[in-house]
């Protein structure tokens, strides 16, 4: 079932997920904030100092967007600062959105090339 996280004025932080074993499609999600269905707005706040991993072996589960995974329709952020986590991959976001992050207001993203 889809549904809408809205998260406004809030701290995300000193958060972890690990990855499973055995299994490629064994990802660690978000640190901080993973959201898989529905829709997204993430306003006035900070999201710093989380982290997904894996075991080191690719084959065996990775982590994706240490700060904030989104696998959604619709993500939002909005004077928000996302920054100082880390991954495998992105380090503070993992954009698997089907129509994008919109970005509004004055945002802070320390690291993203995901």
Known sequence: MAGTLTLINSTVHSNSALAGYGDYESYAHGGGVAVWDGSALVQNSTITGNQTSGNGN??????????????????????????????????????????GITYEGQNFIGFNDG
Not at 72 to 94: E, H, M, P, R, Y
């Open 58 to 99: 690719i084959s065996q589960g990775v982590g994706r967007g240490g700060g904030l995974s989104f696998e959604l329709n619709d993500g939002t952020l909005k004077n928000t600062i996302v920054a100082q986590n880390s991954d495998d991959f992105d380090n503070d976001i993992n954009d698997e959105t089907n129509n």
